[in-house]
């Protein structure tokens, strides 16, 4: 089993950067596939991006490719998301997810493990 919990969330202008942590609990992180969630009000939580166990693969939604990065630190039991160029419609609470069997998946029924959410809001 796995605790996740997020950071790095808060208030930007558009245009700005943030960099969203989310750290790990346990001995087995790196058995893990991440993938971080975002959530907007009204809306149904949609994939932002993946990251296999190793490091070596990612895949993002469109709607963030070329701004969003995301990576992870094996050592640390971390998981990054770097997002550069926000834009308004990027504002949601963002979460990170733990995946313990397969390879990524941007579906989020596929994840079992969940943390607790951290709100990033981008003005225009």
């Known amino acids: 089993q796995v605790q996740l919990v997020e950071s790095g969330g808060g208030l930007v202008q558009a245009g700005g950067s943030l960099r969203l942590s989310c750290a790990a609990s346990?001995?087995?992180?790196?058995?893990?596939?991440m993938g971080w969630f975002r959530q907007a009000p009204g809306k149904e939580r949609e994939f932002v991006a993946a990251?296999?166990?190793?490091?070596?693969?990612?895949y993002y939604a469109d709607s963030v490719k070329d701004r969003f990065t995301i990576s992870r630190d094996n050592v640390k039991n971390t998981v990054y998301l770097q997002m550069n160029s926000l834009k308004p419609e990027d504002t949601a609470v963002y979460y990170c997810?733990?995946?313990?069997?397969?390879?990524?998946?941007?579906?989020?029924?596929?994840?079992?493990?969940w943390g607790q959410g951290t709100q990033v809001t981008v003005s225009s």
């Open positions: 997810a733990a995946r313990a069997l397969g390879s990524i998946s941007y579906y989020y029924t596929a994840y079992d493990y």
């Open positions: 346990g001995r087995t992180f790196s058995s893990y596939a």
């Open positions: 990251i296999n166990r190793g490091g070596g693969r990612t």
